[in-house]
């Protein structure tokens, strides 16, 4: 919205890696502009994914993701690291190069599995600067049944600054990211029911208000439903009284509509965010939670519900935090069956909760 957002857009636009982004806007993926910011920060990505996974990982942290759009992983054939990150993958490119040439250096392999919490180095405290650069949730795919790497940020990530992108052991969360359209309620709902399985659903606080039914309907089937602003702005153009209206008024408009307390648990809209506002959402009790899979959902794919249902399947991992766009129709055709093949993999479903101590 503002001009520098917009020249950054442009300028992304010009280097190709808007494509998704562009896109995404229309849901909630605009972050793409994001993405590309991220991108541009990929060399240090690179060498935050090694470092990352060097440490220990935090236990609050353990990550997943969000929301946006996944998208990348095709396109950028180059680069599937990059896929990852929904917004991402506007970025892409550039990104998922960098990236991936982090990744493997480092010991990508080897740490990444477990988790990546990550969180390590809390302590250091970065200069005001650096805590405000906007920076846009991205991963590196490694294939197949590995758990991909993650941007060099995530080493920053602690008890003060409470983030989650990935889980561990034979466990998959299934996150809906309703910034947009509400999509096939009804088939969603039979798809996770006929199958015993509860989800995670982060809903802008506009469709918690026009959807009052729904969402009650989640929380007394068991689903979470977790805080993702009122408006789904983009959280890193806002001051810190706005941000805490946002969350703040999310948690009354909840607990009117279904009589519960809100679990403390944030998704920033587009994964776009910031040091201090990860260090700003723990200090109101939250852990954020990003993803380590997402997928181009954000647009009609051009083999349907298949593109959907291969892109879960591709990107399976332990701990595996998935971002769906609910207004998706491929999704939701794809969902019956996404939730059969996961669990013939040998994974069981489980909500954010899991991440809270
Ligand atoms: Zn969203």
């Not at 396109?75 to 917004?87: E, L, M």
């Not at 991402?88 to 480092?106: D, H, Y």
């Not at 309620?185 to 009052?212: I, Q, S």
């Not at 993702?228 to 706005?242: F, G, L, N, R, Y």
Request: net charge positive; aromatic share 8%.
């Amino acid at each position: 919205m503002n001009a520098n957002r917009l020249r950054i857009l442009s300028a992304l636009a010009l280097t190709g890696l808007l494509a998704g982004c562009t896109v995404q806007t229309a849901w909630d993926a605009s972050p793409a502009s994001s993405s590309a910011a991220s991108s541009a920060a990929p060399s240090p990505a690179a060498s935050a994914a090694a470092a990352a996974p060097t440490k220990p990982p935090l236990a609050a942290s353990k990550p997943p993701v969000s929301a946006k759009p996944p998208e990348p992983s095709r396109k950028p054939a180059a680069s599937p690291s990059a896929v990852a990150t929904p917004s991402a993958a506007t970025a892409t490119t550039p990104a998922a190069t960098a990236a991936a040439t982090p990744s493997p250096t480092s010991a990508h392999s080897a740490a990444p599995t477990a988790q990546k919490t990550a969180a390590p180095s809390a302590s250091a405290k970065p200069s005001s600067s650096e805590e405000k650069k906007t920076l846009s949730w991205y991963y590196m795919k490694k294939g197949p049944g590995k758990v991909p790497g993650f941007p060099a940020e995530t080493a920053k990530y602690g008890p003060d600054r409470r983030a989650v992108y990935v889980g561990t052991g034979r466990k998959v969360y299934l996150t809906f990211d309703t910034g947009g359209p509400m999509g096939d309620t009804a088939k969603l709902l039979k798809a996770l029911r006929d199958n015993g399985v509860k989800a995670n659903f982060f809903l802008a606080g506009y469709n918690l208000k026009k959807y009052p039914d729904f969402v009650k309907q989640l929380v007394a089937d068991g689903d979470l439903v977790a805080n993702h602003t009122m408006t789904h702005t983009d959280m890193t153009t806002q001051t810190d009284a706005e941000v805490e209206k946002e969350v703040r008024d999310y948690e009354l408009l909840f607990e009117k509509t279904t009589g519960q307390p809100m679990t403390r648990i944030f998704r920033f809209p587009y994964g776009k965010y910031n040091l201090h506002l990860l260090e700003k959402l723990t200090s109101m009790g939250y852990t954020s939670v990003f993803w380590s899979t997402a997928m181009r959902d954000w647009e009609p794919r051009k083999n349907g519900a298949d593109d959907a249902y291969r892109d879960v399947m591709n990107g399976l991992h332990d701990g595996n935090i998935i971002l769906m766009h609910q207004g998706s129709e491929d999704n939701i055709n794809a969902l019956d069956r996404i939730i059969k093949g996961i669990k013939a993999k040998g994974y069981e479903f489980a909500l954010l909760t899991d991440f809270l101590s």
